[in-house]
């Protein structure tokens, strides 16, 4: 059974930074189309950005330039680098496949706020 287990999460001051860490295990990852999801308070999960197998990337248009996703196959993991964070980051991140979603980890909560 694939667990997803996001990390790296915490309280940070708009315009600070944080790198998300998404550990896989119970199957490789590296053959599947990978992203990070995010679910503010009171709304809908939404996709926020996107790695294929390959490395190619997608975001979400509000994001670009200030998130990076990247995976490390070696070690099944799925990292995602957020700079130049707003209040508006504020929520549960998660990492899951695109295609057919594996089982939903806790996620990790990014709260910005001053």
């Known amino acids: 059974q694939v667990q997803l287990v996001e990390s790296g999460g915490g309280l940070v001051q708009p315009g600070g930074s944080l790198r998300l860490s998404c550990v896989a295990s119970g199957r490789d990852l590296s053959g599947f189309l990978m992203g990070w999801f995010r679910q503010p308070p009171g709304k809908r999960r939404e996709l926020v950005a996107d790695i294929a197998t390959d490395g190619s990337t997608n975001y979400k248009d509000s994001l670009k330039g200030r998130f990076t996703i990247s995976r490390v196959n070696a070690e099944n993991t799925l990292y995602l680098q957020m700079n130049s964070l707003q209040p508006e980051d504020t929520a549960v991140y998660y990492c899951?496949?695109?295609?057919?979603?594996?089982?939903w980890g806790q996620g990790t909560q990014v709260t910005v706020s001053s």
């Open positions: 899951n496949r695109l295609a057919i979603p594996f089982p």
